[in-house]
């Protein structure tokens, strides 16, 4: 099993940047994808971009070009680079780690894009 921790989450100005991280314990880290998801207010969550244990990701399309998905295994970290930001980008920020049959949550990041 595995337990997260996002951080790096804050308030932010239109066009900013933001870098959100995700610790975990526990073992086995490295055999897990890791995604980022978010939920607005009044919205579903949904998926942002997620990283496989070999390294391979993917992306929303509403994020494409402007986020960035990494994994340091090592540090049983995986971190959400985020670049020019916009208002409908504001939401709570949830990392997870998930493998057939298994997934783990994190407690989410409040991301506020505003002026």
């Known amino acids: 099993q595995v337990q997260l921790v996002e951080s790096g989450g804050g308030l932010v100005q239109p066009g900013g940047s933001l870098r959100l991280s995700c610790s975990a314990s526990?073992?086995?880290?490295?055999?897990?994808?890791m995604g980022w998801y978010r939920q607005a207010p009044g919205k579903q969550r949904v998926l942002v971009a997620a990283i496989t244990n070999i390294g391979s990701t993917n992306y929303a399309d509403s994020v494409k070009g402007r986020f960035t998905i990494s994994r340091d295994n090592a540090k049983k970290a995986v971190y959400l680079e985020m670049n020019s930001l916009k208002p409908e980008d504001t939401a709570v920020y949830y990392c997870k780690a998930f493998k057939s049959g298994y997934d783990s949550w994190g407690q989410g990041t409040q991301v506020t894009v505003s002026s």
């Open positions: 526990g073992s086995r880290f490295g055999i897990y994808t």
